[in-house]
Each structure stands twice: as C-alpha cells, then as structure tokens.
C-alpha cells in the first residue's frame, strides 16, 4: 500500500522539528538540507534532493529547469530557506512548483526562526490545468 500525501506531509514537519531542535537557527540553507536528508535517511524516508524541473513552454521543453530542494515519499514539495524573511516570492515559487509537477502538497520551511511552528508553511495545489 502507498502512503498519503499526509502521511509524507507529517514526516515533513516531524523532520523539520527534529532539525531545529537539534541545529536552532542561524546556519546556511545548504546545512539544513544537508541535515533534513540525514534525518529522513535515519528514518527510512524516501526523499530526493535537488530534484530537476523541466520547463515546458508550449508544448516545448526549455533547456532550462528549476530544482526542487526536497522530494519526499514522490509526494510532498519542499522548499528550505534560512532567511530572515519569508516573501511572497518564496510563496509564488513553491506554488509554481507544484503546478509544474502537479503534485498536491508543499512546504515552505524557514528555519532561520525561534520557533520552528512559526517558520512551517503548507501549500496545497488547486490548480486545475486549462
């Protein structure tokens, strides 16, 4: 049997609490990947990382594409940042994420926070193709 979307989504977070509470924050954003992989290995999660994403401009395929920092489960998006703070341009580029894999749902973690609840964003896709 396949696991959810939720249940991959909270592995996210159950990751993200046991990174920043193990690291605080205040580190780049390549150490909290680098520790969200280990995290996930240590737990036996699938997860890549830097997973490309090809862009398609009218029926073409560019040869440029975008890299997601964290594929988890094959199911659930996530975006890692350290920064101190999150704009509506981290949000536009998570959801368009989404919609160019047509996945469901993401996560846009800060860990550059006190307490990481407040630096967890779930995005959901609702995006319907034309």
């Not at 996930?40 to 560019?62: R, W």
Request: hydrophobic share 45%; glycine share 6%; charged share 20%.
């Amino acid at each position: 049997m396949q696991a959810s979307k939720e249940y991959w989504a909270s592995k996210v977070v159950n990751a993200a609490f046991e990174v920043h509470k193990n690291m605080g924050p205040g580190l780049l954003e390549s150490v909290y990947e680098t520790c969200m992989l280990k995290e996930f290995e240590l737990q036996n999660i699938p997860v890549y990382a830097q997973v490309p994403v090809p862009i398609i401009y009218k029926g073409q395929t560019l040869d440029k594409d975008y890299r997601i920092d964290l594929l988890v489960g094959g199911e659930v998006l996530v975006e890692l940042k350290a920064v101190e703070y999150v704009l509506p341009v981290h949000h536009a580029q998570l959801l368009s994420y989404l919609k160019l894999t047509d996945k469901q749902v993401g996560f846009l973690i800060n860990f550059n926070v006190p307490l990481i609840k407040n630096g967890i964003k779930r995005f959901v896709n609702n995006y319907e193709g034309v």
